[in-house]
T-cell receptor, first 115, second 111 residues
Framework: DARVTQTPRHKVTEMGQEVTMRCQPI?????VFWYRQTMMQGLELLAY????????DSGMPKDRFSAEMPDATLATLKIQPSEPRDSAVYFC?????????????FGNGTRLTVT | GESVGLHLPTLSVQEGDNSIINCAYS??????FIWYKQESGKGPQFIID?????DKRQGQRVTVLLNKTVKHLSLQIAATQPGDSAVYFC??????????FGSGTKLNVKP
């Protein structure tokens, strides 16, 4: 059963440290989304890639967040420097963006705690 | 961006009853909608979807209804079971094929 894989599942770090979250999309999927989930904001769209190219990262704080897809099997979300307000669950999702009516499939997230 | 919201943040139902979860969306150009179920510690899981050229779609114990006139989406769960307890999100496929999510409804199923 194909699934999106995210690592690490949990990350606790101190303010100011760099955090890197990784995502392996489902093989063959050409779109990758990064979402952040908090109790207050729900699921916020941070960035969106299609065919490894960033199409929209307007949801990300540009000064500290960066998202990349080094290859088709790996997407990364980096925070440098991290702050306590970044504490949240970060989800990656992949899909077939060229197919209308194709749903997103989510990983189980990375729970980030910044102290 | 688009605004997708929910009418009821928490819904409690008796086991065996039917559940209805509602969602309002704001982008009349959205052409695809999805309901997701999220259990504690997991990512959202696909339940059922519907294209804008339909007004009803049925799955196993679940039905999605779409009313484009009032921009309203609902999820009906028949014979609700304890395993249905979770947070349910609606999502719309908005501009540039991006997916926007509502704030979620928590469903509590009482035995």
């Amino acid at each position: 059963d194909a699934r999106v894989t995210q690592t690490p599942r949990h990350k606790v770090t101190e303010m100011g440290q760099e955090v890197t979250m990784r995502c392996q999309p489902i093989l063959g999927h050409n779109t990758v989304f990064w979402y952040r989930q908090t109790m207050m904001q729900g699921l916020e769209l941070l960035a969106y890639f299609r065919n490894r190219a960033p199409l929209d990262d307007s949801g990300m704080p540009k000064d500290r967040f960066s998202a990349e897809m080094p290859d088709a099997t790996l997407a990364t979300l980096k925070i440098q420097p991290s702050e306590p307000r970044d504490s949240a669950v970060y989800f990656c999702a992949s899909g077939l963006g060229h197919v209308v009516g194709s749903p997103l499939h989510f990983g189980n997230g990375t729970r980030l705690t910044v102290t | 961006g688009e605004s997708v919201g929910l009418h009821l943040p928490t819904l409690s139902v008796q086991e065996g009853d039917n559940s209805i979860i509602n969602c309002a969306y704001s982008n009349s150009a959205s052409d695809y909608f999805i309901w997701y179920k999220q259990e504690s510690g997991k990512g959202p899981q696909f339940i059922i979807d519907i294209r804008s050229n339909m007004d009803k779609r049925q799955g196993q114990r679940v039905t999605v209804l779409l009313n484009k006139t009032v921009k309203h989406l609902s999820l009906q769960i028949a014979a609700t079971q304890p395993g249905d307890s979770a947070v349910y999100f609606c999502a719309e496929n908005g501009n540039f094929n991006k997916f926007y999510f509502g704030s979620g409804t928590k469903l509590n199923v009482k035995p």
